[in-house]
């Protein structure tokens, strides 16, 4: 077992069928494995910060996607909520279609809104790269820098945001230039895909497949993140 990589990963089941049976066998993997983090959809954090209670995974939710386009007031509230119920963490969906629209301030201020909110609390900025051409992923990632965001990452996992690759985790890595970190994430299933993420800039891997990364062996795996 690889416990380098299970530093890196922040194991992820955040489908929205996903039973309570299954969320106590996630807790049970992030424990066994030795997981950096527990990403998992909001209404489970209270099972789930119960089950790692002494563990040193991180709990971490996700918000906003896989849309982005509610307002940057619900978006702010959902963040107090989510503090206040354990989340350590938070991985956000901005509002894409500012971005898509060349509203670069208010695209800026919907993500700073959660930054703030948010009081110190790590926010990671999922910026959805699959919808974007090249120049709106530089333009978005500086955005978000700008905004205060403590993670850059490349994509949700779901709907449009795309597979990570190589090339834009190098681009993220080479807009943050330090000023943030990165977390790569989508379609990421081997030990190899992860260390070359790695190797590009990336700090954190949000996956589903952590336990057939670290452990070599084949893992059914029902969540396409």
């Given at each position: ?5 299970a ?40 099972v ?12 971490c ?13 619900s978006?702010?509230?959902e ?10 963490q ?63 990452k ?6 449009q ?8 985790i190098?681009?993220?890595a080479?807009?943050?230039r ?16 992860a ?16 336990v ?14």
């Amino acid at each position: 077992m690889s416990q380098e990589l299970a530093q890196h990963i922040q194991q992820t089941l955040v489908r929205p069928d996903a039973s309570v049976t299954e969320i106590e066998q996630f807790c049970e993997q992030c424990r066994t494995y030795g997981f950096q983090g527990a990403m998992i959809s909001p209404l489970w954090l209270g099972v789930v910060k119960e089950r790692l209670e002494g563990a040193p995974t991180i709990l971490c939710t996700a918000l906003g996607y896989p849309m982005g386009s509610m307002t940057a007031l619900s978006k702010a509230f959902e963040v107090r909520d989510v503090i206040a119920r354990g989340a350590q963490q938070i991985d956000f969906m901005p509002a894409v279609g500012y971005l898509k629209s060349g509203w670069y301030d208010a695209y800026r201020r919907d993500i700073a809104a959660v930054v703030d909110a948010a009081e110190g609390v790590p926010i990671k900025v999922m910026l959805e790269f699959g919808m974007l051409t090249e120049e709106e992923k530089r333009v978005a990632a500086e955005l978000a820098v700008e905004a205060g965001a403590t993670y850059l990452k490349n994509s949700s996992g779901w709907g449009q945001g795309g597979p990570a690759t190589v090339d834009d985790i190098r681009l993220l890595a080479s807009v943050a230039r330090g000023r943030a970190l990165i977390k790569a994430s989508g379609g990421i299933r081997t030990a190899e895909q992860a260390r070359a993420m790695l190797d590009a800039g990336a700090v954190l891997l949000g996956t589903s497949a952590g336990v057939q990364i670290v452990s070599g062996q084949a893992h059914a795996v029902k969540d396409q993140y």
